[in-house]
Each structure stands twice: as C-alpha cells, then as structure tokens.
C-alpha cells in the first residue's frame, strides 16, 4: 500500500521528465516550412481534445485557427497534418500508394495483430488485401448472388425481432442484423446469430479502435482488448470447422475459404491465429458503418413523414412487381434511386465515420507546405459534409440534391472514398442497407420516441439510447 502511495506520488514527477527528454529529442521542432498548427504536448499531443472533444469539432476549430486548407497536429501518439476541404480530398485520392498508403493507429493495429507472430506479418496483410479487393468478392456480379440470401436473413430477423411489437431499439436491431449478414458473407456461416451473440463484445472492439492504448484495467482500450480475443477464440473455432469442411470437398465460396488457401511467394499459408485478427477486423468493417447508416436512417426518416411517403412508394412498385415469396435481385435495387439518395443524405448529416488516417511514404508539398515522410495524414469528410458553400441549407435533410443533372464540385461528398482508396465494400453496404430500406418500409410506419436523443461517440457515432422508436405495421 506505501508503496503504492509512493509510485502515486512520484507519477507526476516522471511524466514532467519524460515530457521533457521528448521535447529535447523531438525533431518536428526543427523541421522547416511545416503547416501552421499545434503538436500539443510532447507524447499525448492533442490527442485528449481529439477524442473527447468530437474530432468534427476539433478540426473545425484548427481550421478556423490556422488555415482552412491544412494545419498539423498530434494525436494517438503521430505527428499528423488534417487535410481539408475538396481540393484536400483530390488531392489524398489521387496520390494514394504513391504518397500515401493505409495507417492503422496504434490502438487498432494492437488489436487486430496476430498475438501468435512475433511481429506484424506483412505477406499477410498484402494476402487480405488482395483477396478482399479481387473481382470476385465484392464486386456487383458477385454480390448479386447473395442478394436473395441477404434478403431472407433481412425479413428472418424482422420477424423475429420486430413483428407484433409496438416499441423496439433500431440501433441494437441494426447491429445484429448487420453483423449477421457480415457472418454469412464473410465466414459463410450457416448459423450466424452464433456470431452475432457476441454483439457486445464487437461494440468494445468498435469503441477501442480510436483509443489511447492502455492496457489499465476499466479503460476503453483495455475492454476492447478483452472483447477481440472473446471474438477472435470464437472465430479460430469457426476457422477450424472450415478447415475441416474444406478437406472434406467442400468448395472455396467465402472470403474466409480463400484467407485459408491465401499464400506468399514462399508458398506459406497464414496461421489460424493471422486468418481470424484480419477476419475480425473485416467483421468490425461491415458491422459497425452498415449499422450506423441504417439507424440514422430510421431516425432521420421518422421524423421527416414527407420523404418516408416518397420511399414507400417507390418501395411498394418494387414489392407489387415481385411475386409472392420472391426475393430481391439486381434489377430491384437499380429501382431504388430515390431510397438510395435518401441514404447518402443520412450518411452526409451523420457519417457512419468520421474519417482515416494515412501515412506520409515521402516528403511531399501542399498548399506551400512540406510534410515529411512518415508523418500521418489524417482525412475526414466533416470538411466538405456540411459547408453552406457546397450544400445549402446543410442541416436539412434533402434528398433532392442528388437528383440526375444536379452537380456539386467534385470531392466534395465522399462517403465512401475515391479512386485506388475507395472503399472496398462500398456495393456490399449499398445491397445491404437498401435490403433493410426495402424491408423495414413495406412492413411498418414508425415514430421516434425521443427525436432529440444525445448522440454519443468519437470517430463513429451511435444514439445513446438506441434510438427508440413506435413501429406500427401496414397490415394493422
């Protein structure tokens, strides 16, 4: 107990010290010609009003401080400029794997890594990357042929969760339902509620991503690392009775089929405990952002009894021209124009994500400044999302902007990316997003029970509640 006292005591005397050896030793100080801006303080930088602070509200306020277009910063531990505005977007596309490539924080990459390997494998990272951006997984005519199986899942779950009630939770409904669908695609799973149990745990998993990476008991970092290994134990017996079916015959349909076949050049495959850190953070990808569109949906269209009046008809001529059991196709969802419209402006009011980050691979200049290689970018499409200049009247819910033969300036709406870094899963998130749209709309009318619910939540953003909301169904 004295002793414990003591280290207490003495804490913030070694945090001054440290603080002071980095200082000294920190070579940004003598860099030249970087953009205006803050580092903060040496170690932490401002990574405390980053997080706690909203990071929209934390770019927001640089930008005006220090230049609208670029300014530096440090936080989860990098040196880091925030690139903004369109011209900002443009640029950051155009250059990917040229001047920039992917970064994972800290927190992230503690999470995700195999705790198996001695060190990060990188032949595995490249092995994921390809498999997840081949043609034959994510692509229109691939998913087309999962569409009727995401369909049944959709209506499966809305019976059982949401038939013959009056009042339900949208945002737990929607991260089951999401992380179901993500189960069946991904891992190919039969029963993939036995994945979605693990709900909860994929929350701390989300909440931990952007973290400080502590491993002190009761902090968000240290329930996300608990969480991961919960889900990552669960999958390595998933990975295994595929293995298993796999010998005996059974064809290679699924992402994870083809990260079990995935070699280097070596002709190494990756290891169990490799398979199910990459399988865990693809399931985290098409989970939370999914679910977040969705709930924003239902809370947005609840109150907004015009806009829900338009999809329902356009919902109700896809629905009429079906027969009786049938399930939705390709040609179903190019009908929904209006539906999907409706859905970018929910994803423009509420982004699913605030934004990501990259790593500088050489010195480059923008906007008369020079950041140097391996600083960290930071991208966030709050710049552009919400700027009167681009989109008037931007708090109001419109779904007429994107109507055919109207135009923005380029860039200056990128929910999902652009160019070599757009979003990968993009057309899965379409499928799945207006599966639920079509489904939830031709079954019940809703109101929300608490229309000015506190909207929680850093880099990904969730009702605190789980938005209650009054369903009523059409054949009440």
């Given at each position: ?44 930088g ?30 989860l ?41 001695a ?25 087309v042929?999962y569409?009727?199986?995401m ?11 949401w ?22 695609f ?50 390595r017996?998933?990975?295994s ?7 005996g ?57 015009d ?50 980050f ?42 007429s902007?994107y ?34 749209v ?39």
């Amino acid at each position: 107990m004295e002793l414990t006292l003591l280290l207490l005591s003495l804490a913030p005397l070694i945090l001054l010290l440290v603080i002071r050896i980095f200082s000294l030793k920190d070579p940004s100080r003598s860099a030249k010609n970087l953009p205006p801006g803050s580092l903060g303080w040496p170690i932490f930088g401002e990574t405390l009003e980053f997080l706690f602070g909203k990071p929209e509200k934390f770019v927001f306020d640089r930008m005006k401080k220090y230049s609208s277009d670029i300014f530096k910063t440090r936080i989860l531990g990098e040196k880091t400029v925030v690139i903004c505005g369109p011209d900002g977007n443009k640029y950051l596309f155009s250059n990917e794997q040229k001047l920039f490539t992917a970064f994972r924080p800290h927190s992230m990459r503690k999470l995700f890594r195999s705790h198996q390997a001695a060190a990060p494998i990188e032949v595995s990272r490249e092995a994921a990357s390809k498999i997840l951006r081949s043609p034959g997984f994510l692509k229109p005519e691939a998913l087309v042929r999962y569409l009727g199986k995401m369909d049944s899942i959709t209506q499966q779950q809305m019976q059982t969760y949401w038939e013959g009630k009056d009042e339900v939770k949208a945002f737990p409904f929607a991260k089951t339902l999401t992380l179901s669908l993500a189960c069946r695609f991904f891992l190919g799973s039969d029963d993939p509620e036995r994945i979605a149990r693990l709900v909860s745990n994929f929350d701390d998993v989300t909440l931990g991503m952007h973290s400080i990476p502590s491993g002190f008991p009761g902090t968000t970092f240290y329930r996300a690392s608990k969480a991961a290994a919960a889900i990552r134990r669960e999958l390595r017996k998933v990975i295994s009775e595929k293995r298993a079916s796999m010998a005996g015959g059974a064809q290679a349909q699924d992402i994870l089929c083809h990260m079990i076949l995935a070699t280097d050049a070596s002709g190494k495959h990756m290891t169990e405990a490799e398979i199910a850190g990459k399988i865990l953070g693809v399931l985290v990808a098409g989970y939370s952002t999914v679910a977040t569109a969705m709930t924003f949906f239902m809370k947005y269209v609840g109150q907004r009894p015009d806009i829900y009046a338009k999809i329902l008809t356009e919902q109700t001529e896809v629905a009429t021209a079906k027969k009786a059991g049938e399930l939705l196709d390709w040609d179903d969802i190019q009908k929904m124009k209006y539906s999907w419209n409706v859905i970018y402006e929910v994803m423009r009011l509420t982004p699913p994500i605030q934004g990501a980050f990259r790593e500088a691979l050489t010195d480059f200049t923008y906007a008369g400044y020079t950041i140097p290689k391996g600083w960290k970018i930071y991208w966030t499409v709050s710049t552009t999302n919400k700027n009167p200049k681009y989109f008037p009247d931007p708090e109001n819910l419109d779904p007429s902007r994107y109507d055919d033969g109207k135009a923005f300036p380029a860039f200056t709406f990128v929910p999902f990316g652009a160019g070599p870094g757009m979003c990968p899963g993009k057309e899965y998130a379409r499928l799945a997003i207006l599966t639920f749209v079509h489904n939830v709309v031709k079954r019940f009318k809703w109101e929300v029970v608490f229309p000015e619910e506190k909207i929680v939540g850093d880099m990904i953003p969730s009702p605190e509640k789980g938005l209650p909301i009054r369903i009523q169904s059409h054949s009440c």
